[in-house]
């Protein structure tokens, strides 16, 4: 493509911020988006911002007692938008914005700080119940049902004898209807796990040699389709999740995309072959990946193998000395994105030319 069709990245607002800040999201059906993290004493901090124009307004400051880790709104309706949290302490809280006094559902939910957190089933995403997976430094992948209370519905730790891997990232998949949902996990060791939630066990698991910082499927709603994860050491894979093969398991590429940890991916909402990942070098790529000319193949013995595709750099761009560790696309706006970096400060982004790619 020609330079001028490229996307281009834009910084479109920054906002300092007087706070650590963890995660940061964009709030479905509205110009809103929300900023997650520790006060300098020790607290928890939920900021909601409203982009006007070329400025962030401040609407709403929270204190909670606990730093805060990360969050969600997967798992409620779009009416309702309540946001689910992880903490420092463990605990897994829901939270009404319009009124954020005290949590609307609440439990202990590991014994130590929860790394990950996603939903599924709420915001028209995804068939089946309202779900919420979280996985901590306690070794645990948790799914909650928050209908029920206090116990999960889904507890996946490890087996008597093996040793206790710090979770640091999961996502839902696969969850297409009522039936049918998985929950993929990564650890500090390398290790992908990928629990099939229909069958109550563990479908398929991959090391990939470095601390997994962060798994998204590009569609969470759909068969599953494309899984991404990102490694501690600059490398992210892209496996194809249509053909699992009986020994083989799933066709992977792989990208070298810096030297520094890829702290997050994002999938493009509007179009589920666009990605974006997060560095420690304060940097965003934007990648797309190419289908190749066929999924699947048959080996010597008959069994269909996937085959994989390639991946492309649309662009990148470097807003910051510190990592930018959380990213999310605006649902609603096509390249409209935000961004949280460790110079503490939130950043709003506008990706041109998404729909020419």
């Not at 510190?322 to 506008?350: E, H, M, N, Y």
Request: with cysteine.
């Amino acid at each position: 493509t020609v330079g001028a069709e490229r996307p281009q990245v834009v910084s479109h607002v920054q906002q300092a911020l007087s706070y650590t800040v963890f995660d940061c999201k964009w709030v479905p059906r509205s110009a809103r988006v929300l900023c997650l993290g520790s006060a300098a004493r020790g607290t928890g901090v939920i900021q909601l911002y409203e982009l006007h124009g070329a400025r962030l307004q401040l609407l709403r400051e929270i204190e909670k007692p606990k730093p805060i880790k990360c969050g969600t709104f997967g798992a409620t309706s779009l009416q309702q938008r309540y946001l689910a949290t992880g903490d420092f302490d463990g605990n897994l809280n829901i939270w009404n914005l319009e009124a954020p006094e005290l949590p609307v559902y609440s439990v202990k939910g590991h014994k130590e700080i929860i790394n990950s957190i996603d939903g599924v089933g709420g915001l028209g995403i995804g068939e089946g119940a309202p779900e919420i997976v979280t996985g901590s430094r306690d070794g645990t992948v948790k799914v909650w049902d928050p209908r029920q209370n206090d116990t999960p519905v889904a507890n996946m730790e490890p087996v008597q004898g093996e040793s206790k891997r710090d979770c640091w990232t999961v996502a839902f998949g696969n969850a297409y209807n009522q039936e049918e949902r998985v929950v993929c996990a990564g650890y500090d060791n390398g290790d992908i796990k990928l629990f099939d939630l229909k069958t109550m066990s563990l479908r398929w698991e991959t090391n990939i040699k470095n601390g997994v910082c962060s798994v998204e499927f590009d569609r969470k709603d759909i068969n599953m389709n494309k899984l991404v994860a990102t490694s501690l050491e600059g490398k992210f894979h892209v496996f194809d999740m249509r053909t699992q093969h009986p020994t083989k398991g799933f066709a992977s590429v792989s990208e070298k995309a810096q030297k520094s940890t890829i702290w997050q991916v994002r999938h493009l909402p509007q179009n589920r072959d666009v990605f974006m990942t997060s560095g420690g070098s304060g940097s965003l790529h934007l990648w797309k990946y190419e289908y190749p000319a066929q999924r699947s193949k048959k080996d010597s013995e008959g069994s269909e193998m996937g085959v994989a595709g390639s991946v492309s750099l649309l662009q990148n761009v470097t807003l910051s000395t510190q990592p930018i560790s959380s990213l999310d696309w605006s649902p609603d706006k096509r390249g409209l994105c935000v961004c949280g970096a460790f110079d503490q400060t939130v950043r709003v982004l506008i990706v041109t030319k998404l729909n020419k790619i």
